[in-house]
């Protein structure tokens, strides 16, 4: 598997990969339900998508990482090398985003990229990575603790002020 950092060109992003990532958040709509990121979860659009991940990259330190296996896309995670709301002192990175297509859930993907994003932020020399995880979601809750994450408080997200556990693991050199 590898990781693809998404780039804009011409301030826009490319079609084809525009359509292939509205395809991947298509197959995700029971977690879009959960969320309540887009109007209608079951008919998201390439213009949706489009600019939820416009909004993504407006962040200073955003990265959009597309997890492709075997030329397809599986997965992306959209990362934040510094939170824009931490405290200070607060200096670990955060994923944003870790989305798997859903028709391949349960096939090890979601560890795969999870491990890759990790292995960037420890290769810059990060001590730890955060991620918030909405409590409605109990699957990714679950999913999250199993890759080593330890819950580290409750918060409300920054967009929609939907209720949140900020999940943290240390990123020790291997």
Known sequence: ?????????????????????????????????????????????????????????????????????????????????????AAPGDDDPWIGLLLIDATAHREGYGRAVATLVEDRFRAAGRTGVQIAVLDNNREALAFWRSQGYSPVRRAKDRELGRDCTVLRKPLDTP
């Open 1 to 85: 598997m590898i990781l693809q950092p998404l780039v804009p060109v011409d301030g826009a992003l490319p079609g084809p990969v525009l359509t292939e990532i509205a395809a991947l958040y298509s197959t995700n709509h029971a977690f879009f339900e959960l969320s309540g990121d887009f109007p209608d979860p079951n008919r998201i659009t390439v213009e949706q998508v489009a600019a939820a991940l416009a909004d993504e990259l407006a962040h200073d330190s955003a990265e959009i990482l597309l997890a492709r296996s075997a030329g397809r896309l599986v997965g992306l995670a959209a990362t934040l090398a510094r939170n824009p709301a």
